[in-house]
């Protein structure tokens, strides 16, 4: 099911954010995971311009997976990958986990998860 709120914000500007862009398109062997809820004050303010980021990088949707979590935040892999706060977003190349976003990094999921996969 699609998290409706990883639309992306059609205002986002990707020029003013040129380096996390970049960075996201550079790394095309990996994926994200989405852990969020369309219910979710934070997942309203921070996954709409992560999916513009997202889509700025041209990366392809069979690369980018939502799970959709009830308000127990109780859904599909969160056992399995210790989710606890959404957002939560993993990024894993060759199934293995190279990168993690949770709720309340000081960075936007974006800029934080490009400089995660940068070092």
């Not at 994200?32 to 809820?37: D, F, S």
């Not at 939502?66 to 957002?87: L, M, N, S, T």
Request: glycine share 6%.
């Amino acid at each position: 099911m699609a998290l409706e709120t990883m639309a992306p914000n059609p205002v986002w500007d990707a020029d003013a954010h040129e380096d996390t862009v970049s960075i996201l398109r550079d790394h095309d062997g990996v994926t994200y995971t989405i852990w969020g809820g369309d219910w979710c004050k934070d997942c309203r303010s921070q996954l709409p311009d992560f999916g513009a980021a997202l889509d700025a990088a041209g990366v392809d949707d069979d690369r980018i997976e939502h799970v959709a979590v009830d308000r127990d935040k109780q859904g599909p892999g969160v056992e399995e990958y210790a989710v606890e706060y959404i957002p939560t977003i993993v990024v894993e190349r060759d199934g293995e986990e190279i990168a993690r976003f949770v709720e309340s990094e000081e960075l936007p999921p974006a800029a934080y998860l490009a400089e995660q996969l940068d070092s």
